[in-house]
């Protein structure tokens, strides 16, 4: 356990070390104000604003800039659905994949333009290189870039005022992409190379085996292993939280992630732009008492529900225990713990790490099966989305979703010191109640009725890998994912079927933009208000008790809705595996 | 027994008509206005067709429960009602003493605004806005309004409490005539300015009677809020079937599907009750306590705007100081002891009335006691005219003379005497300093001056000190020149000040403090002040204020004293601190009635779930009645609460919210188990 402690502590302390220039660098970059890359990169930004026929002076209120987002998204949307309908007339598919169903390529689209990067098919399987690149590597960019595009407007709401101008769309999009996320991927995809993970346009590699078998009457004598443009993909698929694998077991599979050091890496990756936008934002909205204040609270709930994860993964599973199988943690048996399902590469503790980080933010990405964590262990995953990722968070939208909280947190705490509540200088009124309620409260709303309708109707009951509680958990889990955005399978769930193409589509749908759009509309409404000089009766949200009271915000209003869900999922799991009857909840999938 | 009876009797006059309107408001109608109860509501009735079904199934057992659990859900929205309806009636009586005032009258209308115009009498309630209308003396005056001919004493106690006559009278500030109050003499042509039923204390009336009660901002912000918690919630329930649905069937293959009983048991604790059925009385009580300090306000937002303010604007006279100069040194001049000085000036005094001379003799009493405290009966008064500008007696030869400087510096060279050169300097350094020198002389010779200052309220300063740490910045407006206004300032420790004010000066520092964000009250009653009380955040005017001084505010003071504004912006806190920390509280009860109903409702299909039930709560059927009893009972425990009010305290904001965070975060996450556990024990005791 001490291990778990020092781990954890160690990929946050290297997080934020990097974080506080990047996200210092970050501000100055949304700020566009020049920086050190500028020479280099600021003759590429014209270019390609003149090419697009850009006025980069023209700001836009928050109608025109929302109208521009959902055009350029629903432009990637059919562009990434064409592609992957398409797939055989392009070139670049040597293994002649086909084309994508329409329920799955509808559901893939959607699901790598709202960042979700949900998965329906298993990549090495349904894709080949252009699709992966120009298709999804291109998406993994431009959502985490539309997730930044919804962070920055509400940011510009607090801080200007009497204004309705909230920035130009395509300029916040230009210069997160070319300033931020391409340069820091390039960087990352050259370690991922240095480490071993292949960056190829062969799709695939024939070895012969060392001892051939027979199956039925053939004699299998080769194995073919896919191969592919694999780190570019993984460095944005971390960097940008998107969490879309290029195969199918995700950071799980050595190509992707091949050794201890690079799965600290994409752990940390996946930490490190939510966490470089806290910096940024202290910047931005020229209040650091605030941003740490955020921080601190992110780190309140990150800490222990990670450490908690890896304590459950270090239990020994009892019925395993009852093989007689040692599970102690000790450096020969990979640390220990919960093994099923974890390469030995990777370990339980590292693991559960892993899944705290890639649920905590909205990347989904996996070096291990969640279907085979130990029950609790999944439900931290499950409970840091259900608080409608906003513990790091999505690139962006994390930030987005705290300060709707927050704004939420101050409604209460400023009632109970006597005024009518204002956040950073901003009173929030019931135009602001409505829209952060909206952005709050649909989430839960979606992925309850979704779940509820998954477990009455018997397609969505027919998906399922598990008997029993856990049964209950995979469906949950694959409502909650897509519902946030997260985009992480908990597997054990053939999802994909039309039934769950549709309704992970629709949560995908929903969680981006029904969450999203109310914050820019608040923002829109923000920006004309006053801004109101800060004096001694004002809530201050740099405190202590500032952090409680948000702390306490997330936890009723975020987690109360999902209470009775967790009791009947990971609670009820955990209950029966210890229990002495023995169910049939005991064989789990191991398929990722 | 015997004297007990009336106070019982008493108390049973105010209890009978509020449970019989609690009852009342048990029609659809008035439920649906609060959309949380009104859950509470439909559950209410569907659980009545539940009992009656089971019933007539047979299934006695279960009617059983359900009928209790309904029982309870019935008397939570009662609870809910009755504490509408206590602040509803508290507020009417309140307003009745006031009504009281207004018997039925009579109006002579008049076909033209003259005295000698074609009367007719009518009903006070006929009239309409610009009709016109004589009173006389031994008239009430029917309806609002303002005086467009003649010159009348009016009594206005029945509004301000005030027993001196006022004088109103066409043109002028003085022109304002409020209904409900009596002409002594002579009469007035009055345009009527208000419809009937919307007058001064109509309009009171109307605020606390919840059907034409508007929803404040605020309110409706966190009406939203507990709307949206509900639709939530409801989600959570309606979705709790099917997960439980699954666990039954699928997963356990034991246990019952959670009963609809059970899952409205939980709806009802789940969403917020609480806050829901005490909403309309926290509005109202911040009404009915801003009645009892005598403020009429026109709109609830005035009240919340109040609890806003960082800005008071406050009027030097009045509120700062008390309304006069009064004496506060002898200045001898020209080897005249001081004791000379006090007592001619006291004697010289001792005939004038004002309060200046008062506190004339007051201060020379101090400094010889043995002067005489009444004139002997040969005295020659001389008053003070506006032409001599100084006044005095005449004590057989002697003449005793007090006034400004320059008219005793006029007498005295006059009766031969010499203007001391000394002199000057004291009346200078005197003048400088804000304060006002009266000089005084015995004959042709000059004895010294005496200073009148302004002497700041006692108690003020600490006042503001409060204010200061609540963030909310004082300033202070006088007329009197930077100097003086520096000076007072400093004494009553003001933040700011604005000397030399004018109306047009007011309206623009308040335009001022507005541009840069910060929210500003202000009192004033002329009608010049109208803009700048219109142009304030709260507006606070005088009774006796002009009727366009009275449009302009958003808030009349029937005791027409300033330093009001200061309980205002409590009572405005108050009200929106009351609010969110019920809030606060409901929404953290819901922890403990998970724990409460989820185990009992699951413990059959996961028998392993009896580690939640953590209060060890007897039985399932036991556990989800405590949970629906503690849900409702907490309504009426908190009844007192939501009509005082949570204490405020003048303090920083971090201060105060740590203070109630832990009371109303931590107590309500807490309190409920405790609850919830005593009424388990009460239970298992049948």
């Given at each position: 356990?001490?291990?778990?402690?020092?781990?954890t502590?160690?990929?946050?302390?290297?997080t934020?070390?990097?974080?506080?220039?990047l996200?210092?660098?970050?501000?100055?970059?949304?700020a566009g104000?020049?920086?050190?890359?500028?020479?280099?990169l600021?003759p590429?930004?014209?270019?390609?604003?003149?090419l697009?026929?850009?006025?980069t002076a023209?700001?836009m209120?928050?109608k025109?800039?929302?109208?521009?987002?959902?055009?350029?998204n629903f432009?990637?949307?059919?562009a990434?659905y064409?592609?992957?309908r398409?797939?055989?007339?392009?070139?670049?598919?040597?293994l002649?994949?086909?084309?994508?169903?329409?329920?799955s390529?509808?559901?893939?689209?959607?699901?790598?333009?709202t960042?979700?990067?949900?998965?329906?098919y298993?990549g090495?399987?349904?894709?080949g290189?252009?699709?992966?690149?120009?298709?999804?590597?291109?998406?993994n960019?431009?959502?985490?870039?539309?997730?930044?595009?919804?962070?920055?407007?509400?940011?510009?709401?607090?801080?200007?005022?009497?204004?309705?101008?909230?920035?130009n769309?395509w300029?916040?999009?230009?210069?997160?992409?070319?300033?931020?996320?391409?340069p820091?991927?390039?960087?990352?995809?050259l370690?991922?190379?240095?480490?071993?993970?292949p960056?190829?346009?062969?799709?695939?590699?024939?070895?012969?085996?060392?001892?051939?078998?027979?199956?039925?009457?053939r004699?299998?004598?080769?194995q073919?292993?896919?191969?592919?443009?694999?780190?570019?993909?993984?460095?944005?698929?971390?960097?940008g939280?998107n969490?879309?694998?290029?195969?199918?077991?995700?950071?799980?599979?050595?190509?992707e992630?091949?050794?201890a050091?690079?799965?600290?890496?994409?752990?940390?990756l996946?930490?490190?732009?939510?966490?470089?936008?806290?910096v940024?934002f202290?910047?931005?909205?020229?209040?650091?008492?605030?941003?740490?204040?955020l921080?601190v609270?992110?780190?309140?709930?990150f800490?222990?529900l990670?450490?908690?994860?890896?304590?459950?993964?270090?239990?020994?599973?009892?019925?395993?225990?009852?093989?007689?199988v040692?599970?102690r943690?000790?450096?020969?048996?990979?640390?220990?713990?919960?093994?099923?399902?974890?390469?030995?590469?990777?370990?339980?503790?590292?693991?559960?790490?892993?899944?705290t980080?890639?649920t905590?933010t909205?990347t989904?990405?996996?070096d291990?099966?969640?279907?085979?964590?130990?029950?609790?262990?999944g439900?931290?995953?499950l409970?840091l989305?259900?608080?409608?990722?906003v513990?790091?968070?999505?690139i962006?939208?994390?930030?987005?979703?705290?300060l709707?909280?927050?704004?939420?947190?101050?409604?209460?705490?400023?009632?109970?010191?006597?005024r009518?509540?204002?956040?950073?200088?901003k009173?929030i009124?019931?135009f602001?109640?409505k829209m952060v309620?909206?952005?709050?409260?649909?989430?839960p709303l979606?992925?309850?009725?979704?779940?509820a309708?998954?477990?009455?109707?018997?397609?969505?009951?027919?998906?399922?890998?598990?008997?029993?509680?856990?049964?209950?958990?995979?469906?949950?889990y694959a409502?909650?994912?897509?519902?946030?955005?997260?985009?992480?399978?908990?597997?054990?769930?053939?999802?994909?079927?039309r039934?769950?193409?549709?309704?992970?589509?629709?949560?995908?749908?929903?969680?981006?933009y029904?969450v999203?759009?109310?914050l820019?509309?608040?923002a829109?409404?923000?920006a004309r208000?006053k801004?109101?000089p800060?004096?001694?009766?004002t809530?201050?949200t740099?405190?202590?008790?500032?952090?409680f009271?948000?702390?306490?915000?997330?936890?009723?209003?975020?987690?109360l809705?999902?209470?009775?869900?967790?009791?009947?999922g990971?609670?009820?799991?955990?209950?029966?595996?210890?229990?002495?009857?023995?169910t049939p909840s005991?064989?789990?999938?191991?398929?990722? | 027994?015997?004297?007990?009876?009336p106070?019982?009797?008493?108390?049973?006059?105010?209890?009978?008509?509020?449970l019989l309107?609690?009852?009342?408001?048990?029609n659809?109608?008035?439920?649906i206005?609060?959309?949380?109860?009104?859950?509470?509501?439909v559950?209410?009735?569907?659980l009545?067709?539940?009992?009656?079904?089971?019933?007539?199934?047979?299934r006695?057992?279960?009617a059983?429960f359900?009928?209790?659990?309904?029982?309870?859900?019935w008397?939570?929205?009662?609870?809910?009602?009755?504490a509408?309806?206590?602040?509803?009636?508290?507020?009417q009586?309140?307003?009745d003493?006031?009504r009281?005032s207004?018997?039925?009258?009579?109006?002579?209308?008049?076909a033209?605004p003259?005295?000698?115009?074609?009367?007719?009498?009518?009903a006070?309630?006929?009239?309409?806005p610009?009709?016109?209308?004589?009173?006389?003396a031994?008239?009430?005056?029917?309806?609002?309004?303002?005086?467009?001919?003649?010159?009348?004493?009016v009594?206005?106690?029945?509004?301000?409490?005030e027993?001196?006559?006022?004088?109103?009278?066409?043109?002028g500030?003085?022109?304002?005539?409020?209904?409900?109050t009596?002409?002594?003499?002579?009469?007035?042509?009055v345009r009527v300015?208000?419809?009937?039923?919307?007058?001064?204390i109509?309009?009171?009336?109307?605020?606390?009677?919840?059907?034409?009660r508007?929803?404040?901002?605020?309110?409706?912000?966190?009406?939203?809020?507990l709307?949206?918690?509900?639709?939530?919630?409801?989600?959570?329930?309606a979705?709790?079937?099917?997960?439980s649905?699954?666990?039954?069937?699928?997963?356990?293959?034991s246990?019952?599907?959670?009963?609809?009983?059970?899952?409205?048991?939980l709806?009802?604790c789940?969403?917020?009750?609480?806050i829901?059925?005490?909403?309309?009385?926290?509005?109202?009580?911040?009404i009915?306590r801003?009645?009892?300090?005598?403020?009429?306000a026109?709109?609830?937002?005035?009240?919340?705007a109040a609890?806003?303010v960082?800005?008071?604007?406050?009027?030097?006279?009045g509120?700062?100081?008390?309304?006069?100069?009064?004496?506060?040194?002898?200045?001898p001049?020209s080897?005249?002891?001081?004791?000379?000085?006090?007592?001619?000036?006291?004697?010289?005094?001792l005939?004038?009335?004002?309060?200046?001379?008062?506190?004339?003799?007051?201060?020379?009493h101090?400094?010889?006691?043995?002067?005489?405290?009444?004139?002997?009966?040969d005295?020659g008064?001389?008053?003070?005219?506006?032409?001599?500008?100084?006044?005095?007696?005449?004590?057989?030869?002697?003449?005793?003379?007090?006034?400004?400087?320059?008219?005793i510096?006029a007498?005295?060279?006059?009766a031969?005497?010499?203007?001391?050169?000394?002199?000057?300097?004291?009346?200078?350094?005197?003048?400088?300093?804000?304060?006002?020198?009266?000089v005084?002389?015995?004959?042709?010779?000059?004895?010294?001056?005496?200073?009148?200052?302004?002497?700041?309220?006692?108690?003020?300063?600490?006042?503001?000190?409060r204010?200061r740490?609540?963030g909310?910045?004082?300033?202070?407006?006088?007329?009197?020149?930077?100097?003086?206004?520096?000076t007072?300032?400093?004494e009553?420790?003001?933040?700011?000040?604005?000397?030399?004010?004018?109306?047009e000066?007011?309206?623009?520092?308040?335009?001022?403090?507005?541009?840069e964000?910060?929210?500003?009250?202000m009192?004033?009653?002329?009608?010049n002040?109208?803009?700048?009380?219109?142009?304030?955040?709260v507006?606070?005017?005088?009774?006796?204020g002009?009727?366009?001084?009275?449009?302009?505010?958003?808030?009349?003071?029937?005791?027409?004293?300033?330093t009001k504004?200061?309980?205002i912006?409590?009572?405005g806190?108050?009200?929106?601190?009351?609010r969110?920390?019920?809030t606060?509280?409901?929404?953290?009860?819901?922890v403990?009635?998970?724990?409460?109903?989820l185990?009992?409702?699951?413990?059959?299909?996961?028998p392993?779930?009896?580690?939640?039930?953590?209060?060890?709560?007897?039985?399932?059927?036991?556990?989800?009645?405590?949970?629906?009893?503690?849900?409702?009972?907490v309504?009426?425990?908190?009844?007192?609460?939501a009509?005082?009010?949570?204490?405020?305290?003048?303090?920083?904001?971090?201060?105060?919210?740590?203070?109630?965070?832990?009371?109303?975060?931590?107590?309500?996450l807490?309190?409920?188990?405790?609850?919830i556990?005593?009424?388990?024990?009460?239970l298992?005791?049948?």
């Amino acid at each position: 356990m001490n291990n778990a402690v020092f781990l954890t502590l160690a990929v946050l302390a290297a997080t934020f070390l990097l974080a506080l220039p990047l996200g210092r660098y970050a501000a100055r970059v949304f700020a566009g104000e020049r920086v050190w890359t500028s020479p280099l990169l600021a003759p590429l930004e014209r270019a390609l604003y003149r090419l697009a026929g850009i006025n980069t002076a023209a700001e836009m209120n928050w109608k025109e800039y929302a109208v521009a987002l959902l055009l350029f998204n629903f432009v990637g949307f059919l562009a990434l659905y064409a592609i992957l309908r398409f797939q055989p007339l392009l070139p670049l598919d040597p293994l002649g994949l086909g084309a994508v169903a329409p329920g799955s390529a509808f559901n893939t689209a959607v699901s790598f333009v709202t960042n979700t990067n949900w998965q329906d098919y298993a990549g090495e399987t349904t894709l080949g290189p252009l699709a992966q690149m120009l298709g999804l590597t291109v998406q993994n960019f431009l959502s985490a870039a539309t997730g930044v595009t919804l962070l920055l407007p509400l940011i510009r709401g607090l801080v200007r005022h009497e204004t309705d101008r909230l920035g130009n769309y395509w300029v916040d999009l230009t210069r997160t992409v070319l300033y931020l996320l391409l340069p820091l991927s390039l960087l990352v995809a050259l370690l991922l190379v240095v480490q071993g993970v292949p960056d190829t346009l062969t799709a695939l590699v024939r070895a012969h085996l060392v001892f051939p078998f027979h199956e039925g009457a053939r004699l299998i004598r080769h194995q073919a292993i896919a191969l592919g443009p694999v780190a570019s993909q993984e460095s944005i698929k971390l960097l940008g939280n998107n969490g879309g694998g290029f195969f199918n077991v995700n950071s799980a599979h050595p190509f992707e992630n091949p050794t201890a050091l690079t799965n600290g890496l994409e752990t940390l990756l996946m930490l490190l732009l939510p966490a470089s936008l806290l910096v940024a934002f202290a910047r931005l909205a020229r209040a650091p008492g605030t941003a740490v204040a955020l921080v601190v609270t992110t780190l309140l709930f990150f800490v222990p529900l990670a450490l908690l994860s890896a304590h459950e993964e270090l239990t020994p599973n009892p019925r395993i225990a009852a093989l007689h199988v040692a599970q102690r943690p000790s450096p020969r048996l990979a640390g220990g713990g919960n093994l099923v399902g974890a390469d030995d590469r990777v370990g339980a503790v590292a693991c559960a790490l892993f899944a705290t980080a890639a649920t905590a933010t909205s990347t989904g990405a996996a070096d291990c099966s969640y279907d085979s964590m130990m029950p609790i262990a999944g439900g931290v995953n499950l409970f840091l989305m259900q608080l409608g990722e906003v513990i790091f968070g999505g690139i962006g939208t994390g930030l987005a979703s705290l300060l709707a909280f927050a704004i939420f947190a101050v409604f209460l705490g400023g009632l109970m010191v006597g005024r009518t509540p204002e956040f950073l200088g901003k009173k929030i009124e019931t135009f602001e109640m409505k829209m952060v309620s909206l952005s709050i409260l649909v989430m839960p709303l979606v992925v309850l009725a979704g779940t509820a309708i998954a477990v009455l109707s018997p397609t969505g009951r027919a998906a399922i890998g598990n008997p029993g509680a856990h049964g209950f958990s995979e469906i949950l889990y694959a409502v909650t994912s897509p519902g946030n955005n997260n985009g992480s399978a908990f597997g054990g769930l053939d999802a994909a079927t039309r039934f769950y193409n549709v309704l992970t589509g629709v949560a995908m749908l929903v969680g981006r933009y029904w969450v999203y759009l109310p914050l820019l509309a608040m923002a829109g409404a923000l920006a004309r208000k006053k801004s109101i000089p800060v004096g001694a009766g004002t809530l201050p949200t740099h405190t202590l008790t500032f952090v409680f009271l948000l702390s306490g915000g997330i936890l009723l209003i975020g987690a109360l809705n999902f209470i009775p869900a967790l009791v009947l999922g990971p609670v009820a799991d955990q209950i029966v595996l210890f229990a002495h009857h023995a169910t049939p909840s005991l064989v789990r999938g191991i398929q990722p | 027994m015997s004297h007990t009876a009336p106070a019982e009797r008493g108390w049973l006059r105010f209890v009978r008509p509020t449970l019989l309107d609690s009852l009342l408001k048990l029609n659809p109608r008035s439920q649906i206005r609060n959309p949380v109860m009104f859950v509470v509501y439909v559950g209410a009735w569907f659980l009545l067709a539940l009992t009656i079904r089971d019933l007539v199934t047979g299934r006695t057992p279960l009617a059983g429960f359900t009928a209790a659990i309904d029982l309870w859900l019935w008397l939570t929205c009662l609870f809910a009602n009755f504490a509408e309806a206590v602040a509803e009636r508290q507020g009417q009586a309140q307003a009745d003493s006031l009504r009281a005032s207004r018997q039925e009258v009579r109006a002579k209308r008049l076909a033209a605004p003259r005295h000698d115009a074609k009367r007719e009498e009518i009903a006070g309630y006929e009239l309409r806005p610009g009709d016109h209308i004589l009173v006389e003396a031994g008239d009430v005056i029917p309806a609002d309004g303002e005086a467009v001919g003649g010159v009348a004493a009016v009594d206005e106690s029945a509004i301000t409490g005030e027993s001196a006559p006022v004088i109103r009278e066409a043109g002028g500030d003085r022109s304002a005539v409020t209904a409900g109050t009596t002409v002594l003499s002579d009469w007035l042509v009055v345009r009527v300015t208000s419809e009937p039923g919307a007058t001064f204390i109509d309009r009171m009336i109307q605020m606390v009677e919840s059907a034409s009660r508007r929803k404040t901002p605020n309110e409706i912000a966190l009406g939203i809020l507990l709307v949206v918690l509900t639709l939530v919630f409801l989600v959570v329930t309606a979705s709790l079937y099917a997960f439980s649905w699954y666990a039954v069937h699928v997963a356990a293959h034991s246990g019952q599907v959670i009963g609809l009983t059970v899952l409205f048991a939980l709806l009802v604790c789940l969403i917020p009750t609480t806050i829901g059925g005490l909403l309309p009385a926290i509005g109202i009580a911040g009404i009915i306590r801003l009645m009892r300090h005598n403020v009429v306000a026109t709109s609830g937002r005035a009240i919340e705007a109040a609890g806003d303010v960082d800005v008071l604007l406050l009027d030097k006279t009045g509120t700062i100081t008390y309304g006069n100069r009064q004496a506060a040194a002898f200045h001898p001049v020209s080897r005249t002891s001081l004791e000379t000085l006090a007592e001619t000036a006291g004697l010289a005094s001792l005939a004038d009335d004002t309060p200046e001379g008062k506190s004339i003799v007051a201060l020379a009493h101090k400094t010889v006691p043995s002067l005489a405290t009444a004139l002997p009966q040969d005295a020659g008064l001389i008053p003070f005219t506006a032409e001599t500008r100084m006044s005095g007696v005449d004590l057989g030869e002697k003449h005793l003379r007090k006034g400004a400087p320059d008219a005793i510096r006029a007498h005295v060279v006059r009766a031969g005497g010499t203007w001391p050169e000394d002199i000057d300097t004291v009346v200078h350094k005197i003048a400088t300093a804000g304060c006002t020198p009266i000089v005084v002389a015995c004959d042709a010779r000059v004895l010294g001056v005496v200073e009148l200052r302004d002497i700041v309220k006692s108690g003020i300063r600490e006042r503001f000190a409060r204010l200061r740490a609540m963030g909310i910045k004082t300033v202070m407006v006088t007329g009197d020149n930077p100097l003086t206004a520096a000076t007072i300032a400093a004494e009553a420790g003001v933040d700011d000040y604005l000397a030399e004010a004018k109306p047009e000066t007011k309206l623009a520092r308040i335009r001022a403090y507005q541009k840069e964000g910060y929210m500003v009250a202000m009192t004033g009653d002329g009608t010049n002040d109208a803009p700048a009380l219109a142009q304030a955040d709260v507006g606070l005017c005088m009774a006796s204020g002009t009727q366009a001084a009275r449009e302009a505010a958003n808030m009349v003071d029937l005791d027409s004293n300033p330093t009001k504004l200061l309980e205002i912006v409590e009572i405005g806190k108050q009200l929106l601190i009351t609010r969110g920390a019920l809030t606060t509280f409901s929404v953290a009860n819901d922890v403990a009635k998970y724990f409460a109903i989820l185990p009992a409702a699951f413990v059959a299909v996961y028998p392993g779930l009896r580690v939640l039930n953590v209060m060890g709560l007897s039985s399932p059927v036991h556990a989800v009645l405590a949970a629906v009893i503690f849900n409702a009972l907490v309504i009426p425990l908190l009844i007192p609460l939501a009509l005082r009010g949570v204490r405020f305290r003048a303090t920083s904001a971090t201060r105060l919210l740590r203070r109630n965070l832990w009371i109303y975060g931590l107590g309500g996450l807490v309190f409920p188990f405790a609850g919830i556990k005593l009424i388990d024990l009460l239970l298992t005791l049948h």
